[in-house]
């Protein structure tokens, strides 16, 4: 599943940069509202570990706000 959610985030950028916030709606299509929180930390975590396995890189500084 976690390969899966990396797959979806790689495949999400490949339309250009985007935010956490932007790729949790993109991805999380079927996931209620009161569930997108937990779906934003979900997208960041995974992005952390992209950005330490150089398979994505942040604008700017890592954070949940940056653009990747």
Do not use: C, W
């Not at 979806?8 to 940069?17: H, S």
């Not at 992209?50 to 940056?66: I, Y």
């Amino acid at each position: 599943h976690r390969r899966d959610r990396s797959a979806q985030i790689l495949a999400a950028l490949e339309a250009g940069p985007a935010t956490v916030a932007a790729l949790t709606e993109a991805i999380y299509t079927d996931t209620p509202a009161a569930l997108r929180g937990a779906a934003a930390r979900n997208v960041f975590a995974h992005l952390v570990e992209m950005t330490s396995q150089n398979a994505v890189k942040p604008e700017g500084a890592l954070s949940p706000s940056a653009r990747f």
